[in-house]
């Protein structure tokens, strides 16, 4: 009987560790939050500059000394996502700024094994594409702007896989 007691202990004793996956999912998601709450300040701070020098890029001629992989990246519709992204820069900031909060919070919920913490960050996970649909447009999506993409589907994929190991 003494023995079916410590086996029952060591049982809940492994089911409360932090598992590596989770440990090392959420770390790099409090680095990567704390990183895009930076670049959510930096972008509202930079967005009028950025626009300017742009347009002033494209309509200066500068443009045609540059190699032609960076002439195919300054189109109009890129002209337009900068303005977009000005214009719309005090809306984007405090979804930014929420998303990236939402995804601190989940994170920290998940290294206590709660299974919330997992809703928490997918909804700061997804927010910033809504976010960006609305206010700059699906060409955000193309290009370079794709890439920037796929650290969240990854990220979506491998918290997915690992959910089984919040039990709260």
């Known amino acids: 009987m003494n023995q079916e007691t410590n086996t029952n202990a060591l049982n809940e004793f492994d089911k409360s560790q932090l598992p590596s996956s989770i440990n090392v999912l959420t770390i790099l998601t409090i680095i990567g939050s704390s990183l895009g709450i930076l670049s959510s300040a930096w972008n509202y701070i930079s967005a009028k500059k950025s626009y300017e020098d742009l347009k002033e890029v494209m309509n200066s001629g ?18 337009e996502m900068s303005r977009k992204a000005y214009e719309n820069r005090l809306p984007m900031l405090i979804l930014g700024l929420v998303a990236m909060a939402l995804c601190l919070y989940g994170a920290i919920e998940m290294r206590k094994l709660k ?8 909804i700061g996970e997804v927010l910033p594409v809504f976010s960006t649909i609305f206010f700059i447009g699906t060409a955000a999506f ?8 796929m650290f969240p589907v990854i990220f979506i994929i491998l918290y997915t896989v690992n959910r089984k190991h919040l039990i709260y």
């Open 62 to 79: 500068k443009l045609d000394e540059a190699p032609k992989f960076v002439r195919g990246m300054m189109t109009p519709q890129m002209l």
């Open 115 to 122: 299974k919330q913490g997992y809703t928490f960050w997918l």
């Open 142 to 149: 193309g290009g370079f702007g794709l890439i920037m993409w």
